[in-house]
Nanobody
Framework: QVQLVESGGGLVQPGGSLRLSCAAS????????MGWYRQAPGKQRILVAS???????YYVNSVKGRFSISRDNAKNTVYLQMDSLKPEDTAVYYC?????????WGQGTQVTVSS
């Protein structure tokens, strides 16, 4: 059974930073492009960032220059470093493959950016 477990969310002030972690099985990191997605209240879930096994990255325009996705194969973990956070970043953050698999959605981790 493949499990993706997100962690690292929390409450942070505007301008602050958080690092999200996504722990997964080795096979996912060996063969899949992994991504971070988020869903804000009243909005659809979108792809925020992705990283291939070769290190190629993608970022949605709204987070470019502020977020950085990385991976550590030894730990079977994908990270999302979020700096200069804005209230608009408030959402539940999920990790999954790209393209997505319906079987891999986890509980997500809540990120709230507020004063």
């Amino acid at each position: 059974q493949v499990q993706l477990v997100e962690s690292g969310g929390g409450l942070v002030q505007p301008g602050g930073s958080l690092r999200l972690s996504c722990a997964a099985s080795r096979s996912i990191f060996s063969i899949k492009t992994m991504g971070w997605y988020r869903q804000a209240p009243g909005k659809q879930r979108i792809l925020v960032a992705s990283i291939s096994t070769l290190g190629n990255t993608y970022y949605v325009n709204s987070v470019k220059g502020r977020f950085s996705i990385s991976r550590d194969n030894a730990k079977n973990t994908v990270y999302l470093q979020m700096d200069s956070l804005k209230p608009e970043d408030t959402a539940v953050y999920y990790c999954n493959t790209w393209p997505t698999s319906g079987d891999f959605w986890g509980q997500g981790t809540q990120v709230t950016v507020s004063s």
